[in-house]
């Protein structure tokens, strides 16, 4: 019980800091049948407490896979999204960051103004210390990385396995949740028409990634699913082209043969950009658990661990949402692979090192963070 | 002698939303530049300060990314999306108009698509 009131507590402060719902505004809560109805109930009931409208529908988890380019959300699902005023997307990974069911929410968000929210479904992540990790602290961190990002020309990421990585910096290309530190009034806001809050701790470039070159080592990649053996992507780019980078190969045992053959249906089918390198992305929060997703092996974006502070996610393949409509650079993927021990360099300054982001050993997050308890505590990642 | 035409539907697009109901405080919601890069016209862009619309020839002059997004596409589409006959988002995902539907931006694109449905009376929600 006390455990069941700890998760309603947490799902109230995450409710409050990422979805700014107002009296009588109609709240839809999509989730599926992998979520325990326990952690649906208390967005349910924390959505209720704000006078939202709750409606709830729960879909089959066999229906939101990677693993086709059709779109199958039932026209129920798509009347619902484009009606609510704020989605609540209750979910062990992130549903719609994939092709095949991202269309309905963009439809949602650009066509009829819904708020989309992310809301990890996952019990024991939000039974854990993340949901009540400051607001104002994680956007302090995601700023102090950003400020650094926006003035560098180069990142590099390495690591003990062998990963040796550089791309350019495109200053503009910069994504994520409501700490990425753009500075575009109402980027990725709670409570702004059309947009799409992601938990509030990742930031990274998306899409276009320069002159991009070297090699990556994963330590769990979303689909196929688990390692066997060690896997990597091997970077490269066109000369002469400036803006994009290509996942030239990716090498290592059945788990990538099996991505390879779905990147090459992909192109049979007319989709040569489906090797786009399209993502860099590190997680800000020290209080997220050290946690693979349950539902590896389904393709479903690994949300934890994308969120942690100091693992860094790469991404292949850009839907026509992410490629801003150019269909010559998407193509019906979007996945992930991730590093959980990467030394990240902006410009030669490190701002990860060994899984560590430095960021939460800077005097000026720590002053700030004394505003809501111990540094000491507060900065330290959780195992 | 420049090809007006879209320009000035779009223009008008624009004061109508002014004039219908909530569309000068939906006007004033962000500041941004448009700039329409537009295959078979003349460039042209336009922008939204304060809730005042000003319509312009010729390419703007670089502006950071804050406060400035480029439009690609051709004068059928721009003036099919303009005259409430298409949907934004089924230009983009057939490839037929360019601008962000996804980060930093996406928000920026739904308030431009809001404006045109407010002009045109269109409903932002189904309606029951």
């Known amino acids: 019980m006390a455990n069941t009131q700890y998760l309603f507590s947490n799902v109230r402060l995450f409710v409050d800091d990422h979805c700014k719902i107002s009296p009588n505004e109609e709240v839809l809560l999509l989730s599926d049948t992998s979520v325990d109805p326990v952690v649906i109930e208390a967005y349910a009931e924390a959505a209720r407490s704000l006078d939202g409208r709750v409606t709830t529908m729960v879909m089959p988890y066999e229906e939101i896979r990677l693993n086709t380019v059709e779109d199958r959300y039932p026209l129920s699902v798509k009347q619902a999204l484009y009606g609510a005023d704020v989605v609540l997307l209750v979910a062990l990974g992130i549903i719609a960051h994939y092709h095949p069911t991202v269309r309905p929410f963009i439809t949602a968000m650009i066509e009829y103004g819904t708020r989309v929210v992310f809301a990890p479904g996952d019990a024991m992540i939000m039974t854990s210390e993340f949901p009540r990790f400051p607001f104002e602290l994680v956007k302090a961190i995601g700023a102090w990385v950003f400020a650094r990002w926006a003035r560098s020309k180069t990142i590099r990421i390495t690591d003990r396995r062998g990963t040796d990585f550089r791309c350019g910096i495109v200053p503009r290309a910069m994504g994520g949740g409501p700490a990425a530190g753009v500075r575009v009034r109402g980027a990725n806001e709670p409570g702004v028409p059309g947009t799409f809050v992601t938990p509030a701790a990742a930031q990274g470039p998306l899409h276009t990634l320069p002159k991009a070159e070297g090699i990556a080592y994963f330590d769990e990649i979303e689909y196929p699913g688990f390692l066997s053996q060690p896997l990597r992507w091997e970077f490269g780019h066109q000369p002469g082209d400036e803006r994009l980078s290509w996942v030239e190969a990716i090498v290592g045992g059945v788990e990538a043969d099996r991505l390879n053959e779905l990147i090459g249906r992909l192109k049979h089918m007319g989709y040569p950009a489906a090797n786009l390198f399209s993502e860099i992305m590190w997680g800000l929060s020290p209080k997220m658990p050290f946690r693979t997703n349950p539902l590896y092996g389904l393709g479903f974006h690994g949300m934890a661990m994308t969120r942690r502070a100091g693992v860094v996610h790469f991404g292949i393949g850009s839907p026509p949402s992410r490629a801003a409509g150019n269909l010559a650079e998407a193509a019906p993927i979007h996945t992930h692979g991730h590093m959980f021990a990467p030394t990240v360099y902006f410009d030669g300054e490190s701002i990860i090192t060994d899984g560590h982001l430095v960021t939460l050993d800077d005097p000026e997050i720590r002053r700030l963070a004394e505003r809501f308890g111990d540094p000491n505590e507060l900065l330290t990642e959780v195992p | ?128």
């Open chain 2, 1 to 128: 002698m420049p090809d007006n035409t879209l320009s000035a539907l779009i223009e008008q697009v624009l004061a109508r939303a002014r004039v219908a109901p909530e569309g000068q405080a939906e006007l004033r919601r962000f500041d941004h530049v448009f700039q329409f890069m537009v295959t078979d016209r003349p460039a042209f862009h336009v922008a939204i300060r304060s809730g005042e619309v000003t319509v312009v020839q010729g390419e703007a002059q670089a502006l950071p990314f804050e406060e400035m997004e480029t439009v690609r596409t051709d004068a059928a589409t721009l003036r099919a999306l303009f005259e409430g006959r298409a949907r934004l988002v089924d230009l983009g995902w057939e490839g037929r108009l360019q601008m962000p539907l996804y980060g930093p931006k996406m928000h920026i694109t739904a308030w431009l698509n809001r404006l045109i449905k407010l002009a045109h009376g269109i409903a932002v929600k189904p309606q029951g």
